[in-house]
């Protein structure tokens, strides 16, 4: 609902200031979103994909083109970027998600399991970039399976976390100064 993805029956909802039931087109100019599940062409290149959803967020050809790059090498699929996303291995897959949801960098970022289908490396690459948005100012929220009050302390960042209606656990992270 706070996404914007599903209508609220009832109450308010505000992200970022916005009212999600008035203003969800201006909620989704500052939210970034990743689902549990990948959200890409798999017909198109990970370098493809990257600079598509540079340009949905209307992001020049040349800038969306430059974040597409820095994206492909912050996630370790520079290798990998040129060939088409159905290639992918899973993990792989879930790193280029992660990536187009990185693509801007929004207020609020939802990310449901964002570790799900990563190797040790690559979860601990995504906890130091959690860790960056967290201390540039981005509201993070994750959606997790279980409860995870240790990754605050992991990643050295402020948790807060509330049970969620399907008894996962949601837990947003802020920056210390923030509180």
Known sequence: MLTTLLRPDSGKAVVAGIDVL????????????????????????????????????????????????????????????????????????????LAAALVVSPPVMFMDEPTTGLDPRNRQALWGIMQELVAGGTTLLLLLGYAFSWIGALIGLSVRTAEAATSGCLIWLFPLTFI
């Open 22 to 97: 008035k203003r969800p087109n201006d909620v989704r100019h500052v939210i970034g979103l990743s689902g549990q599940f990948a959200a890409f062409d798999e017909y198109l290149t990970g370098r493809e994909n990257l600079r598509m959803v540079g340009q949905l967020y209307q992001l020049s050809s040349r800038d969306a083109k430059t974040r597409a790059a820095e994206l492909l090498e912050r996630f370790h699929l520079t290798e990998a970027a040129d060939r088409t996303a159905k290639t992918y291995s899973g993990g792989m897959r879930r790193r280029l998600d």
